[in-house]
């Protein structure tokens, strides 16, 4: 009795692992593994590196805002990435922000201020998919924490738009992108070497520009890991310390008894 239950007991769990091994392994040759990328924010230490978000920033602004909104942040928020007050006002002006209605019960444009929410390329889902080949542009302010791979994941596909294997169908109107599931992306290219300056003078390479966009998106899907990481660290140091002082203390009041 004994031994069959175990027999069929070890051939399920033998048939289990098969099929997970099976499954691993077609998963594997649909998409190559993310390569690992370091990234100033990692670990419990980890921070923004402000220079790449606002090099980052740039890159939002010159490329990806024409296609893909952040809903959720306002200009005020981009003080976190190091601008000053007059710096944040004067990179809200550069855009439009619709208000109103004014007297005559109109919306009006007129330049946003800090306290508006950064507009986004289109008025609506279904605009943005007309205008893109019927697949609206995702919001980039919760991407990189919405995708598996998280940062790694967004800086593969943006370096991930390689030429089609032989033999590959490519769907018209598509695109080949290595790390994209199924890889029919309806994301043309965005990026390309020199895209655009930057004022610091870092080289503005593809892999330099994906780097930075993504610090740039990870700080927007987390705009509150630094605080977190900071606090997290002194409570660490209170515990270390509360220990040491229970520790002396415990050794003081039992110190007479023997
Ligand atoms: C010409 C328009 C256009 C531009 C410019 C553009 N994108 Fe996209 N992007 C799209 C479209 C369309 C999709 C939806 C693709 C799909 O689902 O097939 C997309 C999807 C994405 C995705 C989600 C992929 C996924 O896993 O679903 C990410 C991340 C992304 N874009 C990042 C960027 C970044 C970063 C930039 C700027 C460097 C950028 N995009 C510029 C049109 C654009």
């Known amino acids: 009795m004994w031994p069959t239950r175990l027999a069929k007991l070890v051939a399920v ?10 499954q691993q392994q077609s998963q594997a040759q649909e998409t190559p593994p993310l390569p690992q990328q370091q990234w100033s924010f990692d670990g419990i230490f980890g921070t923004y590196d402000k220079a790449a978000m606002q090099r980052g920033f740039q890159v939002y602004k010159q490329i990806c805002s024409a296609c893909h909104a952040v809903k ?4 005020r928020d981009l003080a976190a990435l190091g601008y000053t007050e007059d710096q944040v006002k004067a990179i809200a002006a550069t855009d439009q922000c619709t208000d109103g209605p004014n007297d005559q019960g109109q919306m009006y444009q007129r330049p946003c201020r800090p306290s508006d929410p950064i ?3 289109f008025p609506n889902d279904k605009a943005a998919a007309v205008a893109n080949g019927g697949v609206a542009p995702p919001d980039q302010s919760l991407i990189v924490k919405a995708r598996d791979g998280g940062p790694d994941y967004v800086y593969a596909l943006l370096n991930g738009f390689t030429p089609a294997p032989k033999g590959f169908q490519v769907v018209s109107g598509k695109y080949y992108n290595e790390y994209f599931p199924a890889h ?8 390309s070497d020199g895209a ?8 503005a390479t593809v892999p330099q520009m994906a780097h930075d966009v993504v610090t740039f998106l990870a700080w927007a899907s987390e705009p509150n890991l630094d605080a977190r990481h900071r606090i997290g660290v002194r409570v660490f140091l209170f515990l270390i310390v509360g220990v040491g002082i229970f520790y002396a203390a415990k050794r003081k009041i039992w110190a007479a008894v023997h």
């Not at 959720?72 to 200009?75: A, D, I, K, N, S």
């Not at 029919?184 to 990026?191: A, D, E, F, H, V």
């Open 196 to 203: 655009v300056a930057f004022a610091d003078g870092t080289k």
């Open 72 to 75: 959720h942040l306002y200009f």
């Open 13 to 22: 769990a033998a048939g289990a692992l098969g099929l997970l091994l099976i």
């Open 184 to 191: 029919n992306i309806s994301m043309p290219p965005p990026l």
């Open 119 to 121: 507009p986004g390329p």
